[in-house]
């Protein structure tokens, strides 16, 4: 699978930005395709997943309620809408799929075999 993320940016505080990310090169109806963030000397983290074959979404807990992951399935693409945004959101932002991740995984990165390369998102205070 080749992913290929964009969207990235400079937002103020409050702001939005949606994210896309492609994916090419399999079916992807035994994928996962999730967002994970890595901020400067900080570790990846987990922001949002989506498991194609029934649409179960996932969300870290400090994005829920202001991230949306999307589908949209005959471009093969995931969208993450970011609204709210805060200094604390800035990083650099990673789509990666994996093959049947287990059920309540998809926040492990170790459940992911591709990845794609980041968009970095900066939101200014």
């Known amino acids: 699978v080749q992913l290929q993320a964009s969207g990235g940016g400079l937002v103020q505080t409050e702001g939005s930005l949606r994210l896309s990310c492609v994916a090419s090169?399999?079916?992807?109806?035994?994928?996962?395709l999730g967002w994970f963030r890595q901020a400067p000397e900080k570790e990846r983290e987990f922001v949002a997943g989506?498991?194609?074959?029934?649409?179960?979404?996932d969300y870290a807990d400090s994005v829920k309620g202001r991230f949306i992951i999307t589908r949209d399935a005959a471009k093969n693409t995931v969208y993450l809408q970011m609204n709210s945004l805060t200094p604390e959101d800035t990083a650099a932002y990673y789509c990666?799929?994996?093959?049947?991740?287990?059920?309540?995984?998809?926040?492990?990165?170790?459940?992911?075999?591709?990845w794609g390369q980041g968009t970095q998102v900066t939101v200014s205070s």
């Open positions: 090169g399999r079916t992807l109806s035994r994928y996962a």
């Open positions: 990666a799929a994996g093959e049947d991740v287990a059920p309540g995984s998809l926040w492990k990165i170790s459940e992911y075999d591709y």
């Open positions: 989506f498991r194609w074959s029934n649409g179960y979404r």
